[in-house]
């Protein structure tokens, strides 16, 4: 329930609780004090329909026609007796007084001390007059008029109405009553602030307690929400946000870790070199080149590490540019078949120089296209037989290209009859710096970047790169990159 939701309830039930209550006590005061309500009813109560018929006012305002034109009607018994009757029938009675004499009362009027009250109303300069009477702790409303019998002798009609059994009742309880509503008033509002500020309040400390957890560097205390409301939301929003600042600091770390591993291993790399450079100086500052043919074998040894050196940075560099999406892809679509038989006629002219055996099966579609950055992907497919090159240790090396294409990708093998890798260091081959052999003494040169940035490469192209390998028989190196298709999902 949203926070806006419980306010409206909460503010309708201000109004609503207080009203319900006060009823219900006004009913209850009224047994207790009154007796049973339809006893009550029938006591003062009449037909709404039979009064509409026998209506107060047109019974009023006969007899004072009857007072003013034909008094000598309200001597008459039998007349006075209807008029009573039906005057009872709305709760009023009638009294007649003649000079100080009572010449008629209501014999329905069963209080007759109201007739002391009415001896004090002898007010002749009014012909009808409406009041309201208390006496004995009740209240009554009193028309009277004043007339002249025919022997000129002052008279006074009384109609005495007792007054409405509710509105007696509210001015007989009304402090009662007052007290009530206020007493009712402060015990809801007081309820219904204390609950609903306990449903946003406490939220909010929890949501305060988990803030200053933060601060102190506590990111693993998870933040429990409850709440359905607002307050929720802003929880959950807070919690993810919790999660993210965690998994940020994290991976800050991570990086950390993983700057400090970097510059450890370029350090190494680097010192391998350097140090033999520097030893071939003092070699030839020494004069252990003693004649012109070992001062150039030196020479050609410094020119040599110096290469690597420059080759490493070169690596480094391309490496960090790929780590941070810096270095750009040039895309191109282009007939896959033609480039993967172009590549492959290179490769054949390279390797046999080398003496290493080369074979290409292509199961490739002539009309199959692809959109990748050649040069790219010309130099993964070089530091893979790069690095096959380096490791093979048989007699008869062979390298083997395999393409085929298979829902929707290009799947690419090349595989050597290396010296093969131990299966606990496959899932490392592609770490940067990462050599099988734990001393890293660079005996087969290298950076132990190319692995590196070929996964990096492949990745740029939505691709994915794996490495299969049994020691002692050799490596294949699996590639897999998206082909493309038209609009009707079919291969271009």
Known sequence: MSIRLKLILSYAAMLIVPLVLMVILALLLTFVFKGDLQALHEKYGYSKDYYEDHSLERLVKE?????????????????????????????????????NQYEYVSPSLKNKDLLSVLADYKDRGTS??????????????????????????PGTVFIVTSVNPVIHFVQKFAFILFLSLIFILILTHTLLTYFVSRSIIRPLNKLKDATKRIKSGDLNSELQITNKDEIGELSLAFEQMRVRLKNSIETQ??????RKELVS???HDLRTPLTAIRGYIDGIGDG??????????????ISLKAEEMDHLIDELFLYSKLDLNRLPFHFEEINLHSFLADWSEELLFELNKQGVQFHSHLQ???ETKISIDRDKIRRV????????????????????????????????????????IDAASLPY????????DPSRNSVTGGSGLGLAIARQMIEGHRGSIQAESVKGVGTSIRITLPLIFNEEGDRI
């Open 364 to 366: 490739i579609a002539e």
């Open 381 to 420: 497919f070089s530091n893979i037989i790069s690095n096959s090159l380096k490791y093979m240790n048989k007699s008869e090396k062979e390298i083997e290209l395999k393409a085929y294409e298979a829902r929707g990708q290009l799947v690419l093998f090349i595989s050597d009859n290396g010296q093969g």
């Open 253 to 258: 770390l991570q990086y950390e870790e993983n």
């Open 288 to 301: 252990i080149a003693d004649t012109p043919d070992k001062v150039k074998k030196y020479m050609d040894i």
């Open 128 to 153: 009808r007059k409406n009041e309201t009477l208390k006496y004995d702790k009740e209240s009554v409303n009193m028309t009277l008029y004043n007339f002249t019998y025919e022997d000129h002798q």
């Open 265 to 267: 291993n370029i350090s």
């Open 429 to 436: 081959v592609f770490e940067r710096f990462y050599r099988e």
């Open 63 to 99: 007899i004072g026609r009857t007072a003013k034109s034909n008094p000598s009607m309200l001597s008459d018994s039998a007349y006075l007796r209807e008029l009573s009757e039906e005057l009872d029938l709305t709760n009023s009675n009638l009294v007649i007084r003649k000079e």
